[in-house]
């Protein structure tokens, strides 16, 4: 079987997607009944997860789900390693690849994990770039799916023509909103203040069509399935965290955008949040809102992630 990774969500099809999501239903559905489900106990299996900045969700995510699914781990950080003492990245890849089945990186440049990718022997995962956040981007979708299912039971049938709107930063998380929009056939409203806007190129989308730019975030939450934020300075860019505290002032989701959306609308964030920022605390903490479970669906989504790179489709 040749190598996939995961770097950006259009490196699984349509159909691919669909699939991971019924995988994931599966595996939570063994996780809330606490039944064993363990491919990867026996060859064991054994994950890198390499952090070149903080994390929570997606540290504790991978690592408790492979433990869950048979497997080990291996956690790296820039500080702790040879690669923040500038060993060059392609043979930082070549040695972990010849030890792991399996790579999970976050860190800063696309071009990076690329770069990681070409001479890695084993599967890489992107676990937040600059410019991507794809296992996110399917938590959020599959948190969509279990939320408001198709009457058909097919979870692309529950995204497909449904609208999510994106309020702030034109960041990773709103790039790989892009692409699942292109992929899977749904609209991105996209409400950012200017200097900060989305770009399709660097979304890496070919049809414009997927996403339609807002002036007012208000007005970009009218008609919504889905509102969704994110903090206004991402990591790597706490230089310019004053500027952008005065740039994004009005781009807060408050209640007032949540009851231009659909009634039935759901909330998402893919945290950490900062309430009165970017969210305030009766949105986040409020009836709409689903960060929970979309938290942990990191975790359900990446279990099917894993085993789709590692042992294919199975159904
Ligand atoms: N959402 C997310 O990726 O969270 P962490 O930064 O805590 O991993
Ligand atoms: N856009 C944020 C997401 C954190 C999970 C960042 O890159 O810091």
Redesign the pocket.
């Given at each position: 079987m040749s190598i996939r990774h995961y770097l950006q969500f259009k490196d699984l099809t349509a159909d691919e997607t669909g699939y991971l999501f019924q995988r994931a239903a599966f595996i939570k559905q063994k996780f809330k009944a606490v039944e064993k489900y363990q491919p990867f106990a026996d060859p064991d299996r054994t994950l890198a997860l390499i952090f070149e900045?903080a994390s929570t969700r997606t540290r504790v995510s991978f690592e408790a789900g492979m433990y869950q699914m048979g497997g080990s781990v291996v956690h790296l950080t820039t500080g702790d390693s040879q690669l923040g003492r500038a060993e060059p990245i392609e043979d930082s890849a070549r040695v972990i690849s010849r030890m792991v089945d399996l790579v999970m990186i976050r860190t800063y440049e696309q071009t990076k994990i690329e770069r990681f990718a070409e001479f890695s022997r084993v599967p890489v995962i992107n676990g937040?770039t600059?410019e991507f956040?794809p296992c996110?981007i399917l938590a959020d979708l599959f948190t969509m799916v279990e939320h408001r299912p198709a009457a058909s039971g097919n979870p692309l049938d529950a995204i497909k023509g449904k609208v999510v709107t994106w309020v702030g930063?034109g960041?990773?998380?709103a790039n790989t909103w892009l692409q699942a929009a292109e992929m899977l056939d749904f609209t991105v409203h996209v409400s950012t203040p200017s200097g900060y806007e989305v770009d399709a190129k660097l979304a890496g989308i070919g049809d414009k069509s997927c996403f339609k730019v807002f002036k007012d975030p208000k007005e970009a939450c009218k008609g919504a399935d889905l509102v969704t934020t994110?903090?206004w300075t991402?990591?790597?860019y706490e230089a310019e965290n004053e500027a952008r505290r005065k740039a994004f002032a009005d781009w807060c989701v408050d209640e007032d955008m949540m009851a231009v959306a659909k009634p039935d609308a759901l909330f998402m964030h893919?945290?950490?949040a900062h309430r009165g920022e970017e969210v305030t605390s009766e949105v986040i903490d409020g009836p709409q809102s689903v960060v929970w479970d979309e938290a942990e669906n990191r975790m359900h989504v990446q279990k099917a992630l894993m085993e789709l790179l590692l042992l294919g489709r199975l159904a």
């Open positions: 900045k937040l600059n956040h996110q930063d960041n990773n998380m994110d903090v991402s990591m790597g893919c945290l950490p």
